[in-house]
């Protein structure tokens, strides 16, 4: 599911628990969300790529406006059935994660942060089986 999301710079996005054995588990529920938070002055938006599970698999920068977001999803649509097009790092606290980038290089979407490399893995499995098809919901 690919939410796309409106909120203040100063707003917190609360993520669940990355270690859920379902997490990255394909279905056909896979969809892009888009959900408000309380527009204001200097609103921004982003989109994230849930499972069926309501787990996040991938996620954007911030966009100044809805339509830059609306380009990185169709970017995303575009690039994540491609291997090739996924980076995958490891962060300062050595904890595996990963990032969609477009044909140009530039990172379009980063994964949350997995606590083995094989989940990972799995977290990009279910990008790409899920990325290329899922709905768009937008509640912005």
């Known amino acids: 599911m690919l ?5 203040s710079r100063a707003s917190i996005v609360c993520k669940l628990p990355i270690d859920d054995p379902e997490r990255d588990k394909p279905t056909k529920e896979t969809t892009w969300l888009a959900t408000s938070c309380s527009p204001s002055p200097g609103a921004q938006f982003n989109f994230v790529l849930k499972a069926g599970n309501h787990e996040t698999i ?6 100044a406006a809805k ?3 609306q380009n990185g999803i169709a970017s995303v649509k575009t690039n994540s059935g ?4 996924y980076e995958r790092k490891t962060s300062k606290n050595d904890k595996p994660y990963f990032v969609l980038k477009a044909a140009n290089g530039e990172i ?3 994964s949350e ?3 083995s490399s094989s989940a990972a893995e799995k977290g990009v499995e279910s ?3 899920n990325g290329p098809t899922a709905s768009i919901k937008d509640e912005t």
Not at 58 to 63: P, R, V
Not at 82 to 85: I, Y
């Open 3 to 7: 939410r796309l999301t409106a909120h």
């Open 82 to 85: 491609n291997d090739a097009s």
């Open 58 to 63: 991938l996620g954007s920068e911030l966009y």
């Open 108 to 110: 379009i979407g980063t």
């Open 67 to 69: 339509s830059g977001a």
């Open 127 to 129: 990008c790409k089986a």
């Open 113 to 115: 942060m997995y606590s």
